[in-house]
Protein backbone atom coordinates (compact mmCIF):
# COMPACT_ATOMS: atom_id res chain seq x y z
CA UNK A 1 0.00 0.00 0.00
CA UNK A 2 1.13 3.45 -0.77
CA UNK A 3 -0.13 7.19 0.64
CA UNK A 4 0.33 10.26 -1.27
CA UNK A 5 0.34 13.76 0.24
CA UNK A 6 0.54 16.28 -2.12
CA UNK A 7 1.40 19.91 -0.86
CA UNK A 8 2.39 23.34 -3.02
CA UNK A 9 -0.76 24.31 -4.56
CA UNK A 10 -2.02 27.46 -4.21
CA UNK A 11 -3.12 30.87 -6.10
CA UNK A 12 -0.68 32.82 -8.76
CA UNK A 13 -1.18 35.17 -11.80
CA UNK A 14 -0.41 34.33 -15.11
CA UNK A 15 3.04 33.74 -15.83
CA UNK A 16 4.24 32.85 -11.96
CA UNK A 17 5.76 29.51 -10.76
CA UNK A 18 4.85 27.08 -8.01
CA UNK A 19 6.22 23.96 -7.37
CA UNK A 20 4.10 20.91 -5.94
CA UNK A 21 5.18 18.17 -4.03
CA UNK A 22 4.14 14.56 -3.19
CA UNK A 23 5.33 12.89 -0.45
CA UNK A 24 5.23 9.14 -0.39
CA UNK A 25 4.67 6.20 2.37
CA UNK A 26 6.36 2.66 2.51
CA UNK A 27 9.54 1.55 1.21
CA UNK A 28 8.85 0.70 -2.35
CA UNK A 29 8.77 4.57 -3.94
CA UNK A 30 12.52 3.86 -5.35
CA UNK A 31 10.76 1.34 -7.50
CA UNK A 32 7.98 2.71 -8.94
CA UNK A 33 7.04 5.35 -11.64
CA UNK A 34 5.26 8.25 -10.23
CA UNK A 35 3.07 10.56 -12.21
CA UNK A 36 0.90 13.81 -12.06
CA UNK A 37 -2.52 14.39 -13.01
CA UNK A 38 -4.95 17.14 -13.13
CA UNK A 39 -8.25 17.49 -13.14
CA UNK A 40 -10.83 20.72 -14.07
CA UNK A 41 -14.85 20.19 -12.37
CA UNK A 42 -16.74 18.81 -15.45
CA UNK A 43 -13.80 17.07 -17.22
CA UNK A 44 -11.87 13.77 -16.87
CA UNK A 45 -8.40 13.65 -15.29
CA UNK A 46 -5.75 13.94 -17.73
CA UNK A 47 -2.01 12.82 -17.91
CA UNK A 48 0.64 15.86 -17.05
CA UNK A 49 3.70 14.77 -16.72
CA UNK A 50 5.55 11.58 -15.11
CA UNK A 51 9.30 9.93 -14.56
CA UNK A 52 10.31 6.68 -14.22
CA UNK A 53 11.70 4.64 -10.87
CA UNK A 54 15.39 6.15 -11.09
CA UNK A 55 14.42 9.84 -11.98
CA UNK A 56 15.21 9.16 -15.71
CA UNK A 57 12.45 9.11 -19.02
CA UNK A 58 10.81 12.25 -18.30
CA UNK A 59 7.42 12.22 -20.52
CA UNK A 60 5.22 15.25 -20.22
CA UNK A 61 1.79 16.25 -21.66
CA UNK A 62 1.82 18.39 -24.93
CA UNK A 63 0.46 21.28 -22.96
CA UNK A 64 2.72 21.20 -20.69
CA UNK A 65 6.24 20.44 -22.20
CA UNK A 66 8.78 23.09 -21.52
CA UNK A 67 6.82 24.91 -19.04
CA UNK A 68 7.02 22.46 -16.63
CA UNK A 69 9.43 19.89 -14.81
CA UNK A 70 8.76 16.84 -12.94
CA UNK A 71 11.96 15.40 -10.49
CA UNK A 72 12.08 13.11 -7.45
CA UNK A 73 14.49 12.46 -4.80
CA UNK A 74 14.39 8.72 -3.72
CA UNK A 75 16.41 9.35 -0.35
CA UNK A 76 12.83 11.52 0.61
CA UNK A 77 10.63 9.38 -1.08
CA UNK A 78 9.30 12.45 -2.65
CA UNK A 79 8.21 13.96 -6.49
CA UNK A 80 7.91 17.41 -7.64
CA UNK A 81 6.27 19.02 -10.17
CA UNK A 82 8.11 22.56 -11.25
CA UNK A 83 5.49 24.74 -12.89
CA UNK A 84 6.38 27.68 -14.79
CA UNK A 85 5.01 30.39 -17.08
CA UNK A 86 1.40 29.14 -15.59
CA UNK A 87 -1.82 29.97 -17.66
CA UNK A 88 -5.35 30.26 -16.63
CA UNK A 89 -5.96 26.92 -18.26
CA UNK A 90 -3.34 25.07 -16.32
CA UNK A 91 -5.96 25.97 -13.34
CA UNK A 92 -7.07 22.42 -11.60
CA UNK A 93 -6.31 20.38 -8.74
CA UNK A 94 -3.34 18.21 -9.35
CA UNK A 95 -3.00 14.70 -8.20
CA UNK A 96 0.40 12.83 -7.65
CA UNK A 97 0.04 9.12 -8.41
CA UNK A 98 2.42 6.27 -8.21
CA UNK A 99 2.63 2.87 -10.41
CA UNK A 100 3.00 -0.84 -9.24
CA UNK A 101 5.77 -0.50 -11.67
CA UNK A 102 8.73 1.43 -12.71
CA UNK A 103 7.70 2.75 -15.99
CA UNK A 104 6.20 5.92 -17.05
CA UNK A 105 3.92 4.06 -19.40
CA UNK A 106 1.84 2.69 -15.80
CA UNK A 107 -0.62 2.02 -15.21
CA UNK A 108 -1.26 4.22 -11.94
CA UNK A 109 -3.35 2.97 -9.27
CA UNK A 110 -2.33 4.67 -5.53
CA UNK A 111 -3.52 8.66 -5.97
CA UNK A 112 -3.20 11.31 -3.34
CA UNK A 113 -6.22 13.39 -2.18
CA UNK A 114 -4.83 16.46 -4.80
CA UNK A 115 -3.84 20.02 -4.69
CA UNK A 116 -5.70 23.33 -5.89
CA UNK A 117 -3.53 24.88 -8.51
CA UNK A 118 -5.63 28.66 -9.46
CA UNK A 119 -4.12 30.65 -12.14
CA UNK A 120 -5.25 34.21 -12.64
CA UNK A 121 -4.86 36.48 -15.89
Same mark, same amino acid.
Given at each position: ??? !? ?12 ? !? @? ?6 ? %????? %?????? %??VPG?? %??FVA ?11 ? /????? @????? @? /? ?20 ? $? ?6 ? !? ?5 ? $? ?11
Amino acid at each position: QVQ !LVESGGGSVQAGGS !L @RLSCAASG %RTFSS %RAMGWF %RQVPGKE %REFVAAINWSGGNPYYA /DSVKG @RFTIS @R /DNAKNTVYLQMNSLKPEDTAVY $YCAASPTG !LTSGPYN $YWGQGTQVTVSS
